[in-house]
T-cell receptor
Framework: GAGVSQTPSNKVTEKGKYVELRCDPI?????LYWYRQSLGQGPEFLIY????????DSGLPNDRFFAVRPEGSVSTLKIQRTERGDSAVYLC????????????FGEGSRLTVL | AQSVSQHNHHVILSEAASLELGCNYS??????LFWYVQYPGQHLQLLLK??????LVKGIKGFEAEFIKSKFSFNLRKPSVQWSDTAEYFC????????????FGQGTTLQVKP
């Protein structure tokens, strides 16, 4: 596609439920990133994939968060036992291989945990 | 700790006024610096970037930024703003060898009155 695509755009769930957020990067981009943006804050790094492997997952807040990219294209961010504090906009970005550092962002998935 | 500070959280200007948004960073070593913009209802997009060379960089839509290493600053400027510049602006930094893990500031909301 023309840009980074994220689904769903909005997700409302109850505390304790499991959630999956999907990201479809720009075709040909080997690097993929997940960020989280809370209200009134800038995006916060979660994880970075180069191809199929997680090159840096140091931003994942705890073991309830997990992300995969099995074929080096689409990625899924998985959140187990959601908590109200997980409510945020989850942003996905992709880029050509380093080192340009220019990230192309999707419009985000807004997660609300009740 | 690595961080980015944006001094102005909300700026209101009239059309044709000059703009300067402050950005200071704390990061060890060689840095790459970015300004991203998010127009209402749209995704984050790159405005301009600094990797090396001339510390005065020019971006899209008449924006420019100056890297002052001694002040750890990367302020964004535009001589004459337009109503269409109304948006949220984010400054970000990463190390030269770590281009995917951007550290963002809190953002500055710019409102331009026609």
């Amino acid at each position: 596609g023309a840009g980074v695509s994220q689904t769903p755009s909005n997700k409302v769930t109850e505390k304790g439920k499991y959630v999956e957020l999907r990201c479809d990067p720009i075709s040909g981009h080997t690097a993929l990133y997940w960020y989280r943006q809370s209200l009134g804050q800038g995006p916060e790094f979660l994880i970075y994939f180069q191809g199929t492997g997680a090159a840096d997952d140091s931003g994942l807040p705890n073991d309830r968060f997990f992300a995969v990219r099995p074929e080096g294209s689409v990625s899924t961010l998985k959140i187990q036992r959601t908590e109200r504090g997980d409510s945020a906009v989850y942003l996905c970005a992709s880029s050509l291989t380093s080192p340009t550092g220019e990230l192309f962002f999707g419009e985000g998935s807004r997660l609300t945990v009740l | 700790a690595q961080s980015v500070s944006q001094h102005n959280h909300h700026v209101i200007l009239s059309e044709a006024a000059s703009l300067e948004l402050g950005c200071n960073y704390s990061y060890g070593g060689t840095v790459n610096l970015f300004w991203y913009v998010q127009y209402p209802g749209q995704h984050l997009q790159l405005l301009l970037k600094y990797f090396s060379g001339d510390p005065l960089v020019k971006g899209i839509k008449g924006f420019e930024a100056e890297f002052i290493k001694s002040k750890f600053s990367f302020n964004l400027r535009k001589p004459s703003v337009q109503w269409s510049d109304t948006a949220e602006y984010f400054c970000a930094v990463t190390g030269s060898g770590n281009t995917g893990k951007l550290i963002f500031g809190q953002g500055t909301t710019l409102q331009v009155k026609p």
